[in-house]
């Protein structure tokens, strides 16, 4: 089946601009997690919506960074006014269920240079 | 949270087995032991995961310390597919949906 896809693959933007990251989960699974992965580094836990409602924010790491979810579907990570810093990969995952958070799948990623 | 350390590279050649450890001193009674694995260019994938007791499954094995301080992931007959960075992750029993990665260790396959 159709795997966790995420859109753009590739995203330059110009220092102040906001940027809206998409992505689409595998059909039925129900928790979805957006990471970030600045160059030779680990993943860093942003946030993860339980279907639509987003119970731990504590990842996310300034307030111009935002994230929805249409029920059991599609979220878009959004970030405002952006900042040199904020360029990285953008990973997004979801898994069947919480309880089976331990086995997430994750897309290939939005690659985020802010210029 | 718990920390982890992992070698940052391991070499092996292929059709031989390779062990992977990970050392996590201050693991806590409720943390779950994970290894993802990630390809060049692509997201990580999930590969295994356990509490106490060693666990088996079609990608590899994971072997658990008696104190569970350290652990060992094992690939039984290394493919040159299996070059990525594999991370050793831990998450608490309340929150293993947030696996925070550190740097892995990067697994070079010789043919």
């Known amino acids: 089946g159709a795997g966790v896809s995420q859109s753009p693959s590739n995203k330059v933007t110009e220092k102040g601009k906001d940027v809206e990251l998409r992505c689409d989960p595998i059909?039925?699974?129900?928790?979805l997690y957006w990471y970030r992965q600045r160059l030779g580094q680990g993943l860093e836990f942003l946030i993860y919506?339980?279907?639509?409602?987003?119970?731990?924010k504590s990842g996310l790491p300034s307030d111009r960074f935002s994230a929805e979810r249409t029920g059991e579907s599609v979220s878009t990570l959004t970030i405002q006014r952006t900042q040199q810093e904020d360029s990285a990969v953008y990973l997004c995952?979801?898994?069947?269920?919480?309880?089976?958070?331990?086995?997430?799948?994750f897309g290939p990623g939005t690659r985020l240079t802010v210029t | 949270d718990a920390k982890t350390t992992q070698p940052n590279s391991m070499e092996s050649n292929e059709e031989e087995p390779v062990h992977l450890p990970c050392n996590h001193s201050?693991?806590?009674?409720?943390?779950?032991i994970h290894w993802y694995r990630q390809l060049p260019s692509q997201g990580p994938e999930y590969v295994i995961h356990?509490?106490?007791s060693n666990v088996n499954n079609r990608m590899a094995s994971l072997a658990i310390a008696e104190d569970r301080k350290s652990s060992t992931l094992i690939l039984h007959r290394a493919t040159l597919r299996d070059a990525a960075v594999y991370y050793c992750?831990?998450?608490?029993?309340?929150?293993?949906?947030?696996?925070?990665f550190g740097k892995g260790t990067l697994l070079t396959v010789n043919p």
């Open positions: 995952a979801s898994s069947f269920s919480l309880v089976l958070s331990y086995e997430q799948y």
């Open positions: 059909s039925g699974h129900t928790a």
């Open positions: 919506f339980q279907g639509n409602s987003a119970p731990d």
């Open positions: 201050t693991i806590s009674g409720t943390d779950y």
């Open positions: 356990g509490l106490t």
């Open positions: 992750i831990l998450s608490s029993g309340g929150s293993n949906y947030k696996l925070t």
